[in-house]
């Protein structure tokens, strides 16, 4: 590589925006930073791209290092690469949206992240470097890809009433939802799968559904479009 | 920032994808490598980001120095970062598309790329790097956006036909569409005015149309959503 060594050479990083639905509100996996610059603030789990190493599989090893979760669903987001958005010189940064169930929790890792937890989207502590600005392209980029792909059931149980995923959509898109159209706008699509299982211990049992990936991909790859 | 050496550094570039419409199919301008590697090969324009310049900045440099071009609508794409995709060593890529009115033309700029030019996307040369996959991505990209916003005015003339915007969509969705149901699609799209004028020097004149912008961001700020 010694003819490179001409090139100008940012560090990369990556920030990994994991969100997360505790049945009512949005929620996302912060991080307590335990080294400078920002010590002690909460900011997106992330750190340095080695040289040897894929971009996705960075994100993958700083969410296992800094918050113990693994095997979730993840997505590039976008590059925030803006003069002066980390103090410690020219720091460019791939994020990554992942999103996770309910059922896994972040833990503190092995790195230099003191604490990881849950934060409800309306109750956001201030972030260090510009993650509010990440944080916030990835919320317009979820809302926008929930309405057309079915993501949502990266988000829920795997049984989930058709109650949760309508509490799921207005969660993300902030704002409430007929119950009748809702459920009208869902009957075509055979890959929610109703059961023959229903909540329990409710006043008022509902019905448990599944979602059906294969089913869902087989019609995705005719160019069928889901939407809500 | 002499406490960041011990960061891994790879080198970053942007390119760009710059798509147009020629009336029948979709095209993208290449530029034919000046240096090694892949000297003489045809690839996208694009080139190293500086350490003081932000990331749009660079591709709208580049696009200017290598292809002339200027003022054009831009948008990040995404990033590309497989270890081994440049022959030079770690070289990370941020992915840009770029879309062209037809009356704009790619000139050699005065840089280190010794032609630019149009090509057709159904007759491409062999593109260096992991060119093809970041025009396979773009590709992909467009179809998306272009079902769910009202990209297409960005490569039509100012003054179009409905048959042209059909012709665009057809173009980029790889499908022919039904004229009468495309139209009845555009109906309640009122950012689309018909004009006072017509084409002229056909057997059958066609009304000309405008897109106005200011009505489509108004709709748009409201929550509104296009759909063709």
């Given at each position: 590589m010694s003819h490179t060594y001409e090139y100008p050479r940012p560090a990369l990083t990556v920030d990994c925006v994991v969100f997360g639905f505790d049945g009512a509100g949005l929620k996302v996996v912060l991080i307590r930073r335990g080294?400078?610059?920002?010590?002690d603030a909460w900011a997106l789990p992330g750190g340095f791209v080695q040289m040897e190493e894929n971009l996705e599989d960075a994100a993958r090893r700083e969410l296992r290092e800094e918050?113990?979760?693994?095997?979730v669903f993840l997505e590039q987001l976008q590059t925030f690469g803006t003069?002066?958005?980390?103090?410690?010189g020219r720091v460019v940064s791939v994020a990554y949206v992942a999103l996770v169930r309910p059922d896994k929790h972040p833990a503190k890792g092995d790195?230099?992240?003191?604490e990881a937890a849950w934060f409800p989207l309306s109750e956001l502590p201030p972030l260090a470097f510009d993650h509010d600005e990440i944080l916030r392209v990835a919320r317009e980029r979820l809302r926008g890809k929930l309405r057309w792909q079915p993501l949502g059931f990266e988000l829920l149980p795997e049984k989930f009433t058709l109650g949760q995923l309508q509490a799921l959509y207005e969660a993300v898109l902030g704002t409430s939802l007929d119950k009748r159209n809702f459920r009208k706008k869902l009957l075509?699509?055979?890959?929610i799968v109703p059961l023959e299982q229903f909540t329990s211990g409710q006043h008022r049992p509902a019905r448990l559904h599944r979602f059906d990936r294969h089913r869902y991909e087989a019609l995705s790859r005719g160019g069928f479009h889901f939407e809500i």
């Amino acid at each position: 590589m010694s003819h490179t060594y001409e090139y100008p050479r940012p560090a990369l990083t990556v920030d990994c925006v994991v969100f997360g639905f505790d049945g009512a509100g949005l929620k996302v996996v912060l991080i307590r930073r335990g080294l400078e610059p920002f010590k002690d603030a909460w900011a997106l789990p992330g750190g340095f791209v080695q040289m040897e190493e894929n971009l996705e599989d960075a994100a993958r090893r700083e969410l296992r290092e800094e918050t113990s979760l693994k095997n979730v669903f993840l997505e590039q987001l976008q590059t925030f690469g803006t003069v002066g958005r980390d103090p410690r010189g020219r720091v460019v940064s791939v994020a990554y949206v992942a999103l996770v169930r309910p059922d896994k929790h972040p833990a503190k890792g092995d790195t230099d992240a003191s604490e990881a937890a849950w934060f409800p989207l309306s109750e956001l502590p201030p972030l260090a470097f510009d993650h509010d600005e990440i944080l916030r392209v990835a919320r317009e980029r979820l809302r926008g890809k929930l309405r057309w792909q079915p993501l949502g059931f990266e988000l829920l149980p795997e049984k989930f009433t058709l109650g949760q995923l309508q509490a799921l959509y207005e969660a993300v898109l902030g704002t409430s939802l007929d119950k009748r159209n809702f459920r009208k706008k869902l009957l075509p699509y055979d890959f929610i799968v109703p059961l023959e299982q229903f909540t329990s211990g409710q006043h008022r049992p509902a019905r448990l559904h599944r979602f059906d990936r294969h089913r869902y991909e087989a019609l995705s790859r005719g160019g069928f479009h889901f939407e809500i």
